[in-house]
């Protein structure tokens, strides 16, 4: 699709709200020191990556934009170091929302920034470990060092449980594990398994992987995509009598299964979805699930789509407060004003460890890109931001819901040369059942 073509199909989705959100901004810079790659340059504040979606909006769609162009902020991209600069600032971004969460205005600049990876997703140069990612999840025919993550994974799972994994059965409850979690985090999907056998629900989940992460769609600006993933999941839940769909992954995927899939799909499902946090946190309340309590010091993070995104802010550490009487929350904000850990909305895949492991996985089918070099180094500054502010709390333990700030503080501990470990809930509550 041509530069005018891709831009022009992506202004014809502009509604009331987004053109409230290209017509309001006053650049008055509040959100800027939330965001997590202000700190890697200045120019990558909200304001400034959101600007040039506006001027391509004034270009295209305004009277004066049309007559006087530059002279009111008003331009197209004209060649390919301009689209190399928009790719820069669309994918310094982890759309974690807390450039909404502060603006005076409900300005929503991670929405337009979005809208920016749409053009560059329609042009053809969306990153390309990103692209092949999308393009064998769309397939759903995953090629071989996936697969063995996935079986390795589910292997472990029905070891911790010495019995048959109930795999594609009707059940109440449907968990979906996503291959990125066997990727980054299998413990996860162990624990998960886990924990769902010892509370003897009547629950299942897939044999076979459903999506690498039914999100990527999203974070490429790829609406095909998108729909084609949403409508296998749903699909498969449906197949399976499934009451609800159970998430370990608090990301992207949570926010968009939980609140965006009738919007794609055009219809809602007949289950609804929940984070495992949920259902914990109901068992606990209905005095159904029994916590043990010691003094480990312990801190929630949260992550921005559980957070911001879903309103999951009091159940999970009503939970951990159960079980430790050392609880702190992070020192720089909580919930809605909790600080994104930086690798979110496919920032971590492509960022040096994210992608060397893919690479592993699927060969040189992932490219090491001089994008993707430089973007690590803005990533990592916003990665230390967080571990900074972690080792702050004093806390030894780091608990959280979603796979990808796992992996993220993990990662910037190690770097950084901090102490604490970054866990699961799922799998820091094993130690706390009875």
């Not at 931001?385 to 030894?396: H, L, Q």
Request: charged share 25%; glycine share 8%; net charge neutral.
């Amino acid at each position: 699709m041509s530069v005018q073509e891709a831009i022009r199909s992506v202004l014809r989705e502009v509604d009331p709200v987004r053109l409230h959100y290209l017509e309001g901004c006053v650049s008055c810079g509040l959100c800027g020191p939330h965001c997590p790659f202000y700190y890697a340059d200045v120019k990558y504040e909200p304001v400034n990556k959101a600007e040039e979606m506006r001027f391509i909006y004034r270009k295209e769609m305004t009277f004066a934009g049309k007559i006087l162009g530059e002279l009111v902020g008003a331009k197209l991209p004209r060649d390919k170091e301009d689209l190399e600069r928009i790719r820069e600032m669309a994918y310094r971004c982890t759309n974690c929302r807390y450039c909404y969460q502060t603006c005076p205005l409900g300005i929503y600049s991670g929405e337009l920034i979005m809208m920016l990876r749409q053009i560059i997703d329609r042009v053809g140069m969306t990153p390309s470990c990103l692209t092949v990612l999308k393009d064998v999840e769309v397939s759903g025919n995953f090629p071989n060092g996936l697969i063995s993550a996935w079986n390795e994974a589910l292997k472990r799972a029905q070891e911790a449980i010495g019995g048959e994994l109930p795999l594609d059965r009707p059940a109440d409850l449907i968990y979906l594990p996503w291959l990125i979690e066997a990727i980054l985090t299998p413990e996860v999907i162990v624990d998960t398994v886990k924990l769902l056998d010892k509370l003897n629900l009547n629950w299942s989940m897939p044999s076979k992987p459903l999506a690498i992460e039914p999100a990527l769609g999203t974070i490429m600006g790829d609406k095909k995509a998108r729909k084609v993933v949403f409508k296998r999941i749903v699909d498969y839940v449906k197949s399976h009598k499934g009451k609800a769909a159970l998430l370990s992954h608090g990301g992207t995927p949570y926010m968009d299964l939980r609140f965006e899939l009738p919007f794609v799909l055009g219809e809602r499902a007949p289950f609804k979805v929940i984070h495992v946090v949920e259902l914990l946190h109901e068992m606990y309340s209905e005095g159904k699930l029994n916590l043990k309590q010691d003094g480990v010091k312990v801190t929630w993070h949260d992550p921005c789509k559980m957070a911001r995104g879903g309103g999951l802010i009091e159940e999970p550490r009503h939970l951990i407060k159960a079980t430790s009487k050392q609880y702190r929350d992070l020192p720089k904000g909580i919930g809605m004003y909790s600080h994104c850990c930086g690798g979110g909305t496919g920032i971590s895949l492509m960022a040096e460890e994210g992608r060397r492991m893919l690479r592993e996985l699927l060969g040189e089918l992932i490219s090491s890109a001089k994008f993707c070099e430089e973007l690590e180094k803005d990533h990592l500054v916003a990665v230390k931001n967080k571990v900074d502010e972690i080792e702050e709390s004093g806390a030894e333990l780091v608990v959280t819901g979603c796979s990808t700030c796992i992996h993220t503080i993990n990662k910037g501990a190690k770097k950084f040369g901090k102490e604490f470990k970054a866990v699961h809930i799922v799998s820091y509550l094993q130690d706390y059942l009875p």
